[in-house]
């Protein structure tokens, strides 16, 4: 299923249809004023508004609506400036408030700042750090300095002042316990260069963080084929009233593929769901993209879990965030369907479906 090829199409062909699918949701188009016998140009207006739910993060001030915008796929893609800008800029205009990134997401920093930091205003900014060093090469170091250091880079590459939420990116539970990162993460907030600390990660090392009190936000994988959380550190997060959010939220829609993808990085979840055999995820729902079909189904699964806050769905097509944003709209799912995905995890996960990081 996805191939090159196709990602290659989307890159190219997105940015010319962009205007068409944002606009085309909303059927909106103005008409400028044009002298007579002259044909009318259209002008494109601002996409119409999804009222997506918004959840309080925790204990912070932030308010957030439920679908994010995660950029790990446009930075490892190297998806166009161009489309990134409209499809940032559309999804703010349409309700999306949290963009999440990375240092170490090729440049998704980077083209999120040149897209969007004039708005900065508009949305919240999450980063994470750790897996860059000093001189900019790309490679762990979670030392205070080296953690400092990233979270400056991070500040210039975003083209802000200030970091809404700092997170460790995935680091072990060694690192943790040793403690220098988060001393480093406590030291950008009293320089005012953060506002908030997270980790981002999953399993035992979650759990410590959860644990710790130290953090005020857990970024985690939760999903249809990731539910080691239900148990191990979502009841956790809630208790201790931190921000939650649903990193992978989608599966990353594994059930795409008919045969076993060529993208490694989706084969862990795809082995899985095919182990599930949920009934929506199978077959001919594979394709229904209502609330009831696979991708509604899977997010729907992930946003309205107890502690969820928020899902950063990876995207780099333009038209996603108001289609993910409808597909929300219709609410937590029933009783017997929750039931059902839960049973089935329960009944086919192995020891080893641990958090994916
Ligand atoms: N360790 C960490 O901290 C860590 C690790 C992993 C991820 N993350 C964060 O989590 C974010 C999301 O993770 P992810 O992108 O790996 O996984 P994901 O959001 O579960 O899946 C993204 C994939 O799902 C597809 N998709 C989205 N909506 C769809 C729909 N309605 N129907 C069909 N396909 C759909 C997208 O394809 P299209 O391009 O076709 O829309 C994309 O390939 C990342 O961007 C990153 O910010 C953090």
Request: hydrophobic content about 35%; aromatic content about 8%.
């Amino acid at each position: 299923m996805p191939s090159h090829s196709r990602r290659d199409f989307l890159k190219h062909s997105a940015a010319a249809t962009f205007a068409a699918s944002a606009i085309g949701a909303g059927g909106a188009r103005a008409f400028a004023a044009q002298p007579e016998g002259e044909k009318p140009m259209p002008t494109p207006t601002k996409p119409a508004k999804v009222e997506v739910e918004r959840r309080k993060f925790g204990k912070t001030d932030m308010t957030v609506a439920i679908l994010g915008f995660g950029s790990a796929e446009i930075g490892y893609e190297r998806t166009d400036q161009a489309v990134v800008d409209g499809i940032l800029n559309a999804a703010l205009d349409q309700g999306l408030n949290v963009v999440d990134t990375a240092e170490c997401y090729i440049d998704a920093e980077e083209q999120i700042g040149r897209a969007i930091s004039h708005r900065r205003k508009e949305f919240y900014l999450f980063t994470k750090c750790g897996h860059v060093r000093p001189d900019g090469s790309r490679g762990d170091d979670w030392s205070k300095a080296g953690t400092l250091a990233s979270i400056e880079r991070s500040l210039v590459r975003c083209k802000t002042d200030v970091l809404d939420l700092i997170q460790l990116h995935s680091c072990s539970l060694d690192t943790l316990k040793k403690g220098e990162c988060i001393e480093a993460l406590e030291e950008a907030k009293k320089q005012g260069k953060v506002r908030y600390i997270g980790y981002s990660g999953d399993s035992q090392a979650a759990k410590w963080a959860i644990e710790s009190g130290k953090f005020d936000a857990l970024q985690t994988s939760i999903n249809i084929a990731d539910q080691e959380c239900v148990e191990l550190t979502l009841p956790l997060a809630q208790e201790k009233n931190m921000g939650v959010v649903a990193k992978r939220p989608i599966a990353n829609a594994a059930w795409r593929y008919d045969t076993k993808p060529d993208n490694g990085y989706h084969v862990e979840y795809w082995n899985r769901l095919q182990a599930l055999k949920y009934p929506f995820a199978t077959g001919d729902k594979r394709q229904d993209t209502g609330p009831d079909g696979a991708a509604g189904t899977a997010l729907r699964f992930s946003a309205f879990l107890p502690g969820v806050h928020v899902c950063i769905v990876g995207t780099s097509r333009p038209e996603r965030w108001r289609q993910n944003a409808e597909l929300l709209r219709a609410g937590p799912l029933s009783a017997e369907t929750m039931k059902m995905i839960r049973d089935r995890w329960k009944e086919a996960a192995k020891p080893d479906w641990t958090g994916q990081t």
